[in-house]
């Protein structure tokens, strides 16, 4: 490989590499505890696409740089003080950019847009000091259409990453919300405002979202704060280790828990919170515990809620685990021991038939519950169905429905 062109392929690294470790691991300790990176990119899956995506544009414009006369001859080491600057550009200007965003004042597709000018801002000079000057005497270069090529390279795909990570992040988000972990949630929804996100969040907007956990995390933290006495009741600390939960003290909560009598409650709590701990034997444990204590009188609605939430509970923790045959065989479990929750199984075996690409039968039970339930399943089968339709469409028949036989 030539001087040159080993130059060009350093430089390309060094313009992605250098920003983006610089701009996240510069980012605030309290960002980075919520998963996220420099504003107003949200997380660093995004940045690192914006700069990916920018270098196109960055070359382009960096060998028009390069054939200006008083440019031309520029020492490399002055563009990559310039890149240092641009760093630090980006990190004052960034958190007032990104509230403009969250407070409304830039729409969805001019947050793509400012994204994309901060990125080309950063990989620019890279690209300028990975240039070698042209011949002299050359004419300076005109981008032209080219230049409305790398434009469009730098935004359209990011904006299409942005919004497949704007849909997953808003299913994590409620998820979370709904097991109540309010203080990860509230670091979920800064990055979708952040992203300019518009996807509901439980039937509210992200920034709705946003203001409420505002409001109520700071109430919660000083209620957490208040010592509990050696005579607080078991339902007072029982209340207090779910507040700890929905505050992300799990250490706190653990302890709290592992103090009370072991009910079907304590244990079933416990179990989650070694789970979130990534404590799985003693999290399947607690949850095989409740199951056995629980499953022989499920006709009881309290025992089969307790069921219930132990067999997903242990499916959960089989597939973070990477053991699809006990996923699959707790599933069976509960279709068989809970035959009101036929359609809730199905579906949980139909999706995790689809991750393991087994789409015979992931088919038959995502029609199943379909059929059983449909008004609560209709909608997440169908966008799972597309999901198996694009990966195996011969599956499907010309309207996208499933096929009737099993492959």
Not at 182 to 193: K, S
Not at 372 to 387: A, C, H, I, N
């Amino acid at each position: 490989m030539m001087q040159s062109e080993l130059r060009l392929v350093l430089g390309a690294l060094a313009a992605v590499a250098v920003p983006a470790a610089a701009l996240h691991f510069t980012t605030g300790e309290e960002r980075l505890t919520a998963g996220l990176t420099a504003a107003p990119f949200g997380w660093s899956r995004i940045l690192v696409a914006h700069l990916v995506t920018a270098l196109p544009l960055g070359f382009i414009l960096a060998g028009w740089v390069r054939s200006v006369p008083d440019l031309r001859e520029s020492p490399r080491g002055w563009w990559v003080v310039g890149a240092l600057a641009a760093i630090g550009l980006v990190l004052l200007v960034g958190p007032g950019s990104a509230e403009a965003v969250i407070t409304g004042d830039l729409g969805p597709v001019a947050a793509i847009v400012l994204r994309s000018g901060l990125a080309v801002v950063l990989v620019l000079p890279w690209c300028v000091a990975a240039l070698d000057p042209p011949p002299q005497g050359t004419r300076p270069v005109r981008p032209g259409a080219m230049l409305c090529l790398g434009a469009c390279l730098a935004i359209v795909p990011c904006g299409l990453y942005a919004n497949a990570v704007i849909a997953t992040k808003t299913e994590q988000t409620t998820e979370l919300l709904n097991r109540e972990r309010l203080v990860l949630a509230e670091g979920q929804i800064e990055g979708l405002c952040e992203l300019g996100s518009d996807r509901p969040v439980l039937n509210r907007s992200p920034g709705e979202v946003r203001v409420a956990l505002a409001a109520a995390i700071p109430k919660l933290k000083q209620v957490a704060a208040r010592p509990l006495s050696p005579t607080t009741s078991p339902a007072t600390r029982l209340d207090r280790a779910i507040l700890f939960v929905r505050l992300d003290r799990l250490d706190d909560a653990a302890r709290l828990l592992e103090s009370l009598v072991p009910t079907d409650t304590v244990q079933l709590l416990l179990a989650s919170v070694y789970r979130d701990q990534s404590r799985w034997s003693e999290s399947d444990a607690l949850y095989s515990e409740v199951l056995q204590k629980s499953i022989t009188r499920a006709a009881d609605s309290n025992a089969k809620s307790a069921c219930l939430t132990a067999i997903e509970g242990l499916a959960f923790n089989a597939r973070a685990e990477r053991r699809p045959a006990d996923a699959e065989r707790v599933l069976q479990l509960g279709l068989a021991a809970l035959p009101t929750e036929a359609a809730h199984f199905h579906f949980q075996l139909g999706r995790h038939y689809a991750d393991g690409g087994r789409t015979g039968q992931a088919t038959e039970h995502l029609r199943a519950a379909t059929t059983l339930d449909p008004t609560r399943f209709r909608e997440p089968v169908d966008k799972l169905m597309g999901q198996l339709w694009v990966a195996t469409p011969a599956c499907f028949g010309p309207t996208g429905s499933l096929t009737e036989g099993k492959k």
